[in-house]
């Protein structure tokens, strides 16, 4: 390409030897010209040639990566070189609120203490599964409703008296299905849930139910005040205070449709998915080797397969 460039000058001066001069210079600043694409041609293969960049080293962001996003800033900003400049050196910059992970007196109550941990799971905002939990809880990560359970799960692993399990609900509206999950919670006799929504009354319950029949009660009144139904409800077990525990979080060790059961039908199964997780409690205590006794219920035991997160509405 340049030598045709080059070509096409030389025909068009033809043999005018006053011509030389400009023939030079013009090859001169052809060449100039060419090693300048050339450079930002490497400069947009280095950097992909996209309109953006996607992070792909997690957080923090390594310096690599920051300065890719600068050299993309410079490119493509009208002042792209300035604004960069200006921006970096400045030191008068809000600082970011950072959310503090809970912390608790000998004397803190355990629903105080779960009223902390969802205050600190909804400060987060809403936009191995316990290296993740530890990764949000040290860069203050935005969290959806899964990971609200994974870090719920991960912030009372060290409250032996709080028992833990996923419960999660399908719902239809307007055609459409959707699907949220909390955390269910159980200590001194009574039920509640932690976890992240937008709205108010599909996170957080107290621990004030007395049975899980309550509990799941509340969160269908609380949808039919968005004019959704209802559809299914899935609980899982109890989850391990192990944080090593190589054992499966069981996601769904009853899946319940809920329009296909009567109201006393769905308390009974209720009241029995209660029983299989005390006993599973007692078995873990005990370590009893009886599977007879100790295992998992044989028409409601599912595949340990992970939930889907979306979240309500």
Not at 107 to 130: F, G
Request: charged fraction near 25%; charge should be negative; glycine fraction near 8%.
């Amino acid at each position: 390409y340049r030598e045709l460039r080059i070509s096409n000058t030389l025909s068009s001066t033809g043999s005018n030897p006053d011509s030389a001069g400009m023939l030079r210079a013009t090859a001169g600043s052809v060449e100039e010209r060419d090693e300048e694409q050339e450079d930002e041609g490497e400069e947009e293969l280095r950097d992909g040639g996209v309109p953006f960049f996607v992070n792909r080293g997690g957080l923090p962001v390594d310096e690599e990566t920051w300065e890719r996003m600068w050299r993309h800033v410079a490119r493509i900003h009208p002042n792209g070189e300035a604004l960069g400049k200006r921006i970096r050196g400045a030191t008068d910059l809000p600082k970011i609120p950072v959310p503090s992970v809970p912390t608790y007196q000998p004397t803190t109550t355990i629903p105080q203490r779960l009223e902390a941990i969802q205050k600190y799971i909804r400060d987060l905002q809403y936009p191995s599964l316990m290296d993740i939990a530890k990764e949000m809880t040290r860069e203050a990560l935005p969290i959806k409703c899964l990971e609200a359970v994974i870090l719920g799960i991960y912030l009372t692993n060290n409250m032996p008296g709080v028992e833990r399990f996923p419960l999660s609900f399908k719902t239809q509206f307007s055609g459409n299905h959707f699907h949220h999950i909390v955390l269910g919670v159980h200590s001194g006799g009574r039920f509640g849930a932690l976890g992240i929504s937008r709205r108010e009354d599909l996170m957080f319950k107290p621990l004030e139910f007395r049975t899980l029949m309550d509990l799941v009660q509340e969160f269908d009144g609380a949808y039919r005040g968005y004019w959704h139904t209802l559809r299914k409800v899935k609980i899982g077990q109890y989850v391990s205070h192990d944080p090593h525990s190589v054992e499966q979080i069981e996601w769904k060790h009853s899946i319940l449709d809920v329009d296909k059961l009567s109201k006393e039908e769905l308390r009974r199964e209720l009241e029995r998915h209660t029983r299989d997780m005390r006993l599973k409690v007692w078995c873990a205590d005990h370590k009893s080797p009886q599977p007879t006794h100790c295992g998992p219920h044989p028409y409601n035991t599912h595949s340990h397969t992970h939930p889907k997160h979306v979240d309500v509405i």
